[in-house]
């Protein structure tokens, strides 16, 4: 492929649809009387939008088969109580960890053994080697 062709093909699909300035398209037309690899390009995908044009239409289903489950609405009045219900174990769970002082403790509080284990060690790698940096040990 010549590289005035690479530099073209970006505009054949315009040209194809008929959507190129008419100075574009003439420079397009110039090309293909010259060059007959991307006429047959233009050709082949002539020939594939005529054959897509030309599939039959297929009737949409019909909405009894598409319609979807109804689900209840819940009164508000009824997720007011779902909400109330939620939050006061919570308030509760809260206040006995403030009684415990749990919450004092939080900002090392990891909810899984095995990331606080891996962010200490981590932590301890970080310490070690600015130690060293610090030392001129490295860099």
Same mark, same amino acid.
């Given at each position: 492929?010549?590289?005035?062709?690479?530099?073209?093909?970006?505009?054949?699909?315009?040209?194809?649809?008929?959507?190129?300035?008419?100075?574009?398209?003439?420079?397009?037309?110039?090309?293909?009387?010259?060059?007959?690899?991307?006429?047959?390009?233009?050709?082949?995908?002539?020939?594939?939008?005529? +054959? #897509?044009?030309? !599939?039959? $239409?297929?009737?949409?289903?019909? &909405?009894?088969? *598409?319609?979807?489950?109804?689900?209840?609405? =819940?009164?508000?009045?009824?997720?007011?109580?779902?909400?109330?219900?939620?939050?006061?174990?919570?308030?509760?769970?809260?206040?006995?960890?403030?009684?415990?002082? +749990? #919450?004092?403790? !939080?900002? $090392?509080?990891?909810?899984?053994? &095995?990331?606080? *284990?891996?962010?200490?060690?981590?932590?301890? =790698?970080?310490?070690?080697?600015?130690?060293?940096?610090?030392?001129?040990?490295?860099?």
């Amino acid at each position: 492929m010549r590289p005035e062709c690479v530099q073209l093909e970006q505009h054949l699909h315009d040209y194809i649809e008929g959507w190129l300035a008419e100075s574009e398209r003439s420079e397009v037309e110039q090309h293909l009387h010259e060059c007959p690899e991307c006429q047959r390009k233009v050709v082949g995908w002539v020939r594939i939008g005529d +054959a #897509l044009r030309n !599939l039959p $239409t297929l009737p949409a289903p019909s &909405a009894r088969k *598409m319609a979807l489950p109804s689900y209840p609405v =819940l009164p508000v009045r009824w997720m007011v109580g779902l909400s109330f219900a939620l939050s006061v174990p919570s308030a509760f769970v809260l206040k006995r960890l403030l009684a415990l002082g +749990a #919450l004092e403790r !939080l900002e $090392t509080f990891t909810p899984y053994p &095995a990331l606080s *284990m891996l962010s200490q060690k981590v932590m301890s =790698l970080a310490q070690s080697l600015w130690q060293q940096i610090q030392q001129g040990v490295i860099g």
